[in-house]
């Protein structure tokens, strides 16, 4: 079992930007990929952003490429989610989730991901 949990989120202005951390805990043993996934009100939840065990791979949705950053410290057991240029339609609730080991599926898909957080709030204001 693997456990994660998000923080960072919280109210910015349009064009500011935020640090959302996912630390993860458990049984983290193998090589798990990290996903951020968001869900506005009313909207299906939308893949953010992905990185492999390695952190040598890294997916972003278009609407985020550019302007957020994923990236990984093994060491501490944390993904880290640097968003810079937001934009009110960026506000949702922002959930990190877990593959399982060794995971060769698509890091797009949520149907990949085992493991889930709780998810934190970021509302960027216009």
């Known amino acids: 079992q693997v456990q994660l949990v998000e923080s960072g989120g919280g109210l910015v202005q349009a064009g500011g930007s935020l640090r959302l951390s996912c630390a993860t805990s458990g049984r983290t043993s193998g090589a798990y990929g990290v996903g951020w996934f968001r869900q506005a009100p009313g909207n299906e939840r939308e893949f953010v952003a992905a990185i492999t065990w390695s952190g040598v791979n890294t997916y972003y949705s278009d609407s985020v490429k550019g302007r957020f950053t994923i990236s990984r410290d093994n060491a501490k057991k944390t993904v880290v989610l640097q968003m810079n240029y937001l934009r009110p339609e960026d506000t949702a609730v922002y959930s990190c989730?877990?593959?399982?080991?060794?995971?060769?599926?698509?890091?797009?898909?949520?149907?990949?991901?085992?493991?889930w957080g709780q998810g934190t709030q970021v509302t960027v204001s216009s």
């Open positions: 989730a877990a593959t399982s080991g060794f995971y060769t599926g698509s890091y797009y898909d949520s149907s990949g991901y085992h493991y």
